[in-house]
């Protein structure tokens, strides 16, 4: 892989601390959920980590995203707040939606986090929507909409595409393909999966075609998409191959054989990244150990303040549905 | 008797008639090898071979319009949409084409197809996988709607559903799929649009829908012990409803509390009640109550799920002040 010494060290360590804090928080969101301290559902982002923090890394703070179901990694990305983030999961009232939303549908418009979404698919018309206000205000910023192959077989994806496309708004599609919908293996229903950013040439727009579990092709391939898009000159489709290292949720069970759950989790954006930062000289064993440390730190403190925090009241069980 | 949980009664359906009849299939995200995600189609693919059982694409909206197309060839399809959330997607194919193609060409063309799905709260999954939309489907003309609530119903109807030439839809429920029940070894069918007294009283009249039976039915147990005799009525079919046996009932109590899962505005009880109130208001010593959902969207707080919907202590109590 190409030399990581081009690059501002800034950066590379910026790179480094987002996919940590994505992989730390989702390692020990696993155990809690396995251990029952939570209920519902949770699906966690662990293999995919290089796409929400390359695409992120090239946003601005007041720029927007739309997520999945598998949302906590975008949030993170994003800039999320653990203290706000572990207290929503655990249905407690400092919850970054007051511990009404929880996992699936976690959101933080402070940050520009549109949603965590329920329903595969339906975050691309809303990042259209967001465009068009974006347009419409003349404020230059972006939004990007992350969503999956399996979500890119909906109507949705087609609506949103062409509708963005025609109206040159400053939206990038960031297709996250780990090559599962749901419980489906995806090339099991879809004729053509490797290259789905192939799918822009439909809407005349430009597609890419990227290595998704490296960060800094994530990087410079949406950096240059929300260029192009704040520039005026339209949407952009990502196409960026990864690996789920989970079930859909947690406490699936997985249709992969064991050999292709290996597989997948043979393939680690986070080791090997820290592998070229080691091999380049812009990080230690040591250093790389402290920053763990130090991240799993605000991590276990995180859940320590959630687990410590009030429940929703009863009496709050009908608030909300009126703006006040 | 033989004892089977509310899936296997389902999956012992499916087998049963696509054994019989090889026009029958089943069409569904994650229904081959995952083996459904309520596990109702579990070993079905192997059994069936892929062909017959189809999984697809996540794409609601498809999923319902090829269940119509085959259907109106002279299939007989059985679609899956694990989630009701998500046939918010669907609703097109199923308001102007499903209910209405049989209605637009009289005579000619019939619509042999049955949509399996699911409803209610449970676990803390929030409110995009949580909702009781049957309503929604109940004011749509040309559907008919069942809502099994134990094993026997579920298999019994499924069964009827599958042979029936216009289009049902069979609400099943999340909480139910592990109840397990008496399900007789030889084949039996359970007619559509036949409700089912599930116990017998003379005070009062609980009459529930699917999930909501068993705490009506635990409700009616403790009422017992406050001196009060409750009858609960399983309509099992919501369209048509079994106005006769819901009218006797009443005519025996001169009392009805009708209680669902779904939110109350406008929901199946506003329906019954109306029903109740042309039919058997002389008989009635009280209005028609309703106890169901709150009128909000539940929250993913699995500590406020049960303030949100009725339980057998909340029905007790209400029946209780009723006739207190």
């Known amino acids: 892989m190409e030399s990581l010494k081009a690059l501002d060290k800034g950066l590379v360590e910026r790179m480094h601390e987002g996919m940590l804090r994505i992989r730390l928080f989702e390692e020990t969101q696993s155990r809690l959920f396995k251990a029952g301290e939570q209920e519902g559902f949770t699906h966690l982002y662990l293999g995919e980590e290089a796409i929400a923090v390359g695409a992120c890394l090239a946003l601005n703070p007041d720029d927007f995203i739309t997520s999945t179901h598998r949302g906590h990694g975008h949030m993170i990305a994003k800039g999320g707040d653990f203290k706000k983030m572990f207290a929503e999961l655990y249905g407690r009232t400092p919850g970054a939606c007051l511990g009404r939303s929880g996992s699936l549908h976690i959101a933080d418009r402070g940050i520009g986090m549109l949603g965590a979404n329920g329903l595969v698919g339906d975050g691309n018309p809303i990042a259209v929507g967001a465009g068009y206000s974006i347009r419409l205000r003349g404020t230059k910023q972006v939004v990007a909409s992350f969503f999956g192959d399996g979500a890119s077989n909906q109507g949705t994806f087609h609506e949103s595409l062409n509708m963005a496309a025609s109206f040159d708004l400053p939206v990038v599609f960031v297709l996250e393909n780990n090559g599962m919908s749901c419980g489906t293996i995806t090339a099991s229903v879809c004729k053509v999966l490797q290259n789905l950013g192939d799918r822009a040439v439909a809407y005349g727009i430009p597609g890419e075609n990227i290595d998704g579990m490296d960060v800094v092709e994530v990087y410079r391939t949406v950096g240059k998409a929300v260029e192009r898009a704040r520039a005026g000159k339209g949407p952009t489709l990502v196409n960026c191959q990864t690996f789920r290292h989970h079930g859909h949720f947690e406490g699936d069970i997985d249709v992969r054989t064991p050999q292709q759950i290996k597989e997948a989790q043979s393939h680690d954006a986070v080791a090997d990244f820290e592998k070229r930062m080691l091999r380049d000289g812009l990080a230690t064993e040591k250093s790389i150990r402290e920053r763990r440390e130090r991240i799993q730190a605000l991590v276990d403190e995180a859940v320590d303040f959630a687990r410590g925090a009030p429940k929703a009241p009863a009496a709050d069980a009908m608030k909300f549905v009126y703006a006040e | 008797m033989r004892q089977l949980q509310y899936n296997e009664a389902l999956n012992e359906a499916l087998i049963e008639e696509m054994t019989r009849d090889e026009k029958v299939i089943l069409i569904g995200e994650d229904v081959g090898a995952y083996g459904g995600v309520f596990k109702v189609s579990k070993g079905l693919l192997e059994r069936f071979g892929p062909e017959r059982i189809r999984d697809t694409p996540i794409c609601e ?83 008919k709607i069942v809502m099994p609530s134990t094993p026997y119903d579920a298999k019994g109807l499924l069964k009827t559903a599958i042979r029936d030439n216009t289009p049902v839809m069979c609400i099943e429920n999340k909480k139910l799929y592990a109840l397990k029940g008496p399900v007789p ?139 207190g």
Not at chain 2, 109 to 114: A, D, I, Q, R, S
Not at chain 2, 235 to 264: F, G, M, N, Q, W
């Open chain 2, 185 to 323: 070894e030889e084949e039996y069918f359970v007619p559509i649009g036949k409700a089912d007294v599930k116990r017998e009283g003379k005070d009062i009249t609980i009459i529930a829908t699917s999930f909501m039976v068993h705490e009506a039915l635990k409700a009616a147990e403790a009422l017992e012990k406050d001196g009060i005799s409750a009858e609960v009525v399983d309509p099992r079919t919501l369209v048509p409803l079994d106005v006769d046996t819901l009218v006797a009932s009443v005519k025996k109590t001169a009392r009805a509390l009708v209680v669902h899962e779904a939110v109350e505005r406008c929901g199946i009880g506003a329906e019954i009640s109306a029903v109740l109130n042309e039919k058997a208001y002389d008989y009635l010593d009280g209005p028609v109550l309703r106890h169901a959902g709150l009128n909000v969207s539940l929250p993913q707080n699995w500590h406020l799920e049960p303030v949100c919907i009725p339980s057998a202590d909340s029905i007790r109590e209400k029946v209780k002040s009723i006739l």
């Open chain 2, 61 to 143: 909206s498809a999923i319902i319009g090829t269940a119509t197309g085959a259907a109106l060839m002279g299939m007989r399809p059985v679609a899956e949409i694990s989630f009701i959330d998500f046939i918010l997607l669907a609703m097109d194919q199923i308001g102007n084409h499903v209910a209405k193609i049989m209605q637009i060409a009289p005579g000619l063309l019939e619509l042999p197809m049955v949509i399996r799905t699911e409803g209610g709260v449970g676990g803390g999954i929030g409110c995009q996988h949580s909702q009781s939309l049957e309503a929604l489907f109940a004011h749509l003309p040309g559907l």
